[in-house]
């Protein structure tokens, strides 16, 4: 654990397999009503370590003399590896559990958590009908997800918060407000007073967000990262994974020049193509030619979120007949 900021502490829990489970950032904020922000894994190892660091947190505090005292516990997004810890630090720690009503939703029922990540007919549109077959085998995908995961439900959520709201810890307010696009449900906490943002997933220092279907949007996560670079006096980003964003305004910049060039790239792939239209599949082997297909199918969840885009911008249009993208020339 490090003290990032004045009165916040970093802990960064490894996971393992870096790709199947990141290290992942939780946020001990300290004090009269103290909270934690993101629950990590929820598997023994990890929920073992979080304590502990915890624990020598708390004795920092009282040796110079600051509260202690952690009463509430709430997370950026309904994504397994920022709720799975919750459970147990609930009963670890007698913590309330804060939660939108989107998130209560999924994090307190199995099945609709479950439910949420099957694929729909809309965010399949683009896709070939031997990729949904992949759905068949998805039961069985949970069960082992979950366990890596350590994935735990909750009953009931103890206070269910407004995804644009404002509460208190430490008597300062943090404003809590709605950021989507890497998730539907995911949300922000900032503090302009002091300038620190917890951003989550959406703000990463050194490599860029996921996205992807299902509860993924390209649309509404340009729009967030415009909003986050407008927060009067923002100062530092806390993410959920890797070390604090110093330049938070410049390094959101350097996002969205990013996702605008990866979006020009998937456009120019269909304007100049002989073809008259192309698949998501098409697609993807244009721009990842000859490298494989574990590369293509880490890409295809981008590039879909991207067609999407660019169909909502009105820049392509699908001929819905054949599920390809077809570029408006006219623009």
């Given amino acids: 654990m490090q003290q990032i900021c004045k009165g916040i502490f970093m802990v960064t829990c490894a996971g393992g ?4 489970k990141p290290p992942v950032n939780i946020y001990i904020i ?20 979080l304590l502990k660091e915890i624990s020598k947190i708390r004795a920092y505090c009282k040796k110079h003399c600051t509260g202690t005292d952690l009463s ?10 920022h709720f799975s810890g919750l459970y147990e630090l609930k009963k670890k720690l007698g913590l309330s559990v804060l939660l939108t009503s989107d998130m209560s939703k999924l994090i307190t029922s199995k099945k609709e958590y479950r439910k949420s990540y099957v694929e729909t007919l809309n965010s399949g549109e683009y ?10 085998f998805k039961p069985v995908a949970d069960v082992l997800y979950e366990k890596n995961y350590g994935t735990r439900f909750l009953k009931r959520a ?22 989507p696009g890497h998730c539907d449900d995911h949300i922000c906490l900032y503090n302009q007073e002091t300038g620190v943002l917890f951003a989550g997933d959406n703000v990463l220092r050194s490599i860029t967000t996921w996205i992807g279907p299902p509860r993924s949007s390209l649309t509404k996560y340009l ?39 990866r979006t020009l790239q998937v456009y120019t792939v269909i304007k100049h193509s002989k073809q008259k239209s192309l698949s998501l599949d098409d697609i993807v082997k244009k721009i990842y030619e000859g490298q494989g297909w574990i590369k293509y199918k880490m890409a295809e969840g981008w590039i879909q ?27």
Avoid at 17 to 20: A, F, G, H, M, Q
Avoid at 127 to 136: D, E, T, Y
Avoid at 159 to 174: F, G, P, R, T
Avoid at 310 to 321: N, T, V, Y
Wanted: charged content about 25%; proline content about 4%.
């Fill in 72 to 81: 509430q516990i709430m997370v950026s997004h309904s994504h397994p590896d």
């Fill in 223 to 261: 729009s967030s990262l415009l909003y986050m670079k407008k927060l009067p006096g923002l100062k530092i980003i806390l993410t959920a994974h890797g070390s604090p964003v110093l330049n938070p305004k410049q390094r959101i910049k350097q996002i969205l020049k990013w996702r605008a060039l």
């Fill in 127 to 136: 896709r070939s009908q031997k990729h949904r077959l992949i759905n068949i």
């Fill in 30 to 49: 300290p004090g009269k009503n103290g909270m934690i922000f993101d629950a990590g894994y929820g598997d023994r190892r990890s929920v073992d370590f």
């Fill in 158 to 179: 103890d206070v269910i918060i407004e995804a644009d709201s404002y509460i208190n810890i430490n008597n300062k307010l943090w404003r809590v407000f709605h950021c």
């Fill in 305 to 331: 979120l991207t067609l999407e885009h660019l169909e909502f911008k009105g820049r392509i249009a699908r001929d819905r007949s054949k599920n390809k993208a077809v570029c408006y020339y006219c623009n």
């Fill in 17 to 20: 397999i870096s790709v199947l």
